[in-house]
């Protein structure tokens, strides 16, 4: 009788036993991934929030800078909104960007782009995306434009359309000096040639 009942007891441990391993192999585990992965979704919002706030306290609306060269230029850059470069505290990226380079003897440049790198210390701008200088009747559109103030250029890049009253040229690149008030176009392969249209 005594062994009967051992071993009754020693099945119902058993059984005990069996179901414990069994619920935490197969039941456990999946609440303890389930309960992972939900931690896992609230970090990710946490952080694609932390993150949104930080975008939005590095954005600036309604930017506008002025400055004067040596020779008596003042430049002002105008932008619907700005954010500042990851580390690089002086450099700004612009949006829906408006130029005005007012030269000693009242010419004015004027230069549109969608987006633009601006330098906060040297001012020097690189405008991308639909670009548009205008100067007195002449009007360059390009891809890229480069303003440098400490060599006093604006290089105008890719698929430069010039056009005036009379002309009209297609070129890879135009080079205007703030200096000289000259202007140079040319083909960067010197094998190609520029293109020319108009009256003469």
Request: glycine content about 2%; proline content about 0%; overall charge neutral.
């Amino acid at each position: 009788m005594n062994k009967k009942k051992t071993f009754q007891i020693l099945l119902i441990f058993l059984l005990i036993f069996s179901c414990i391993i069994f619920y935490k192999k197969y039941f456990f585990s999946s609440v303890t991934n389930e309960n992972t992965q939900i931690d896992k979704v609230i970090d990710d919002q946490k952080s694609k929030a932390t993150k949104n706030e930080n975008e939005k306290t590095n954005v600036i609306e309604n930017l506008k800078y002025v400055s004067e060269d040596l020779f008596g230029n003042t430049y002002i850059i105008t932008a619907e909104s700005a954010s500042i470069k990851k580390n690089q505290e002086n450099q700004l990226e612009l949006f829906i960007v408006n130029a005005k380079i007012v030269q000693n003897k009242d010419d004015v440049i004027l230069i549109y782009s969608g987006v633009a790198d601006y330098d906060k210390i040297t001012n020097n701008t690189i405008f991308k995306e639909d670009v548009k200088i205008k100067y007195k009747d002449q009007e360059l559109n390009s891809n890229i434009v480069k303003l440098n103030f400490s060599t006093s250029l604006i290089e105008i890049l890719e698929n430069v359309y010039y056009m005036n009253k009379n002309t009209e040229i297609y070129a890879d690149k135009a080079e205007i000096d703030l200096i000289d008030k000259r202007m140079k176009i040319s083909m960067i392969d010197q094998k190609d040639k520029v293109k020319i249209s108009g009256e003469y």
